[in-house]
């Protein structure tokens, strides 16, 4: 090679390492971002989270790490990220436990503005199945037996969506339901499947499958409209029970104080990946649908769930101190 030849390649690698050493700290090639997780590995914000991460990697040209931080109904995870420096490298995938638990904690620990929002990934319901041989065929048998006589109910947890649906109908229609929180959506299904609770209010990521199959009975879905998952079960809307409509949530929120550019960048990459259609196929068999808004409308989104889910709280009691 020339020295001449030399000499400008020199230089152009000088260039290269000047505009790489400009660039801010959350823009440097090859820097980790750090997307934690409310729940143990193995659900459907663990699953979205890892699907994500994967296509955000390759689109950020930078590793994602998924990392699992369940406990405390997702506070520990949420404490963690509240506190990280905001520079776009550490994010968290929650869902509704990041409205749920400020009015369900005296101390979760943290408030939800120490986070700015960034994305939503997908909206889907809880889902109120039985056994195939129960006497329960609708929603408004169940109801109208439980205000009778109590009727015992499965949720996946203490404060969850699917327990603050519950607790809904017994305010606002009068049944008697006797509430057995379980550690996840898994053994409450293995539970009414196996015929030792008559009725769980679950999400569709862990019961679908066994409506689609014949071994649970879908009697509502919490969602505005049907789920394409499960189409032949109606909605609380359509079985008089609107105003226990309650969807659930997955999204993607930073700590407070992110750069308003960073925020962008990221929200219009994984909106992106959001409608990709292998991302949006697995979305939809987790029993959701995929959204990828802007911050402000996830943002009015989440100041709306908080503002329904305190006042179902209040009203029904509900705490998990």
């Known amino acids: 090679m020339h020295k ?4 400008r390649l020199g230089l152009l690698w ?3 390492a000047a505009c790489f050493a400009s660039l801010p700290a959350h823009a440097q090639p090859g820097r980790p971002l750090h997307l934690v997780v409310i729940t143990a590995p193995g659900g459907a914000a663990d699953q979205t989270a890892r699907l994500i991460g994967d296509q955000l990697g390759k689109v950020l040209d930078r590793p994602v790490l998924v990392e699992n931080k369940p406990g405390a109904g997702g506070n520990i995870a949420s404490q963690y990220v509240a506190r990280a420096e ?10 509704n436990n990041h409205t749920i638990n400020t009015a369900l904690y005296r ?3 943290y408030s939800t503005g120490d986070f700015v929002p960034v994305v939503q990934l997908a909206r889907g319901p809880s889902v109120t199945v039985v056994p195939p041989d129960s006497k329960y065929k609708t929603i408004k048998q169940l109801i109208e037996d439980a205000r009778s ?3 015992s109910f499965g949720s ?8 603050i649906v519950a607790e809904c109908l017994k305010a606002t229609t009068g049944a008697q339901f006797e509430h057995i929180p379980y550690k996840g959506g898994a053994p409450a299904v293995a539970d ?6 008559p009725v769980v209010f679950t999400t569709l990521a862990s019961a679908g499958v066994y409506v689609h199959s014949g071994k649970l009975r879908g009697l509502s879905v919490s969602s505005e409209k049907r789920s394409e998952t499960v189409p032949d079960v109606p909605t609380l809307e359509e079985s008089g029970y609107g105003a226990c409509t309650y969807a659930t949530w997955l999204g993607i929120v930073g700590p407070k104080g992110m750069p308003a550019d960073v925020v962008d960048r990221l929200n219009q990459a994984i909106a992106r990946i959001v409608h990709m259609d292998k991302v949006k196929e697995t979305i939809l068999t987790l ?3 995929p959204v990828g808004d802007t911050p402000d409308q996830f943002g009015e989104m989440l100041s709306a769930d908080m503002e329904k889910t305190s006042k179902l709280i209040r009203q029904a009691g509900i705490t998990a101190d």
């Open 149 to 151: 006589s109590p009727v």
């Open 4 to 7: 001449q030849s030399k000499g």
């Open 156 to 163: 996946i947890g203490v404060g969850s969506g699917a327990h």
């Open 14 to 16: 000088l260039g290269l």
């Open 107 to 109: 101390q979760p620990g």
């Open 192 to 197: 009414v499947v196996g015929g030792h609770v």
């Open 86 to 95: 905001p520079n776009g490298d550490t994010l968290l995938l929650t869902s």
């Open 287 to 289: 029993g959701y649908e």
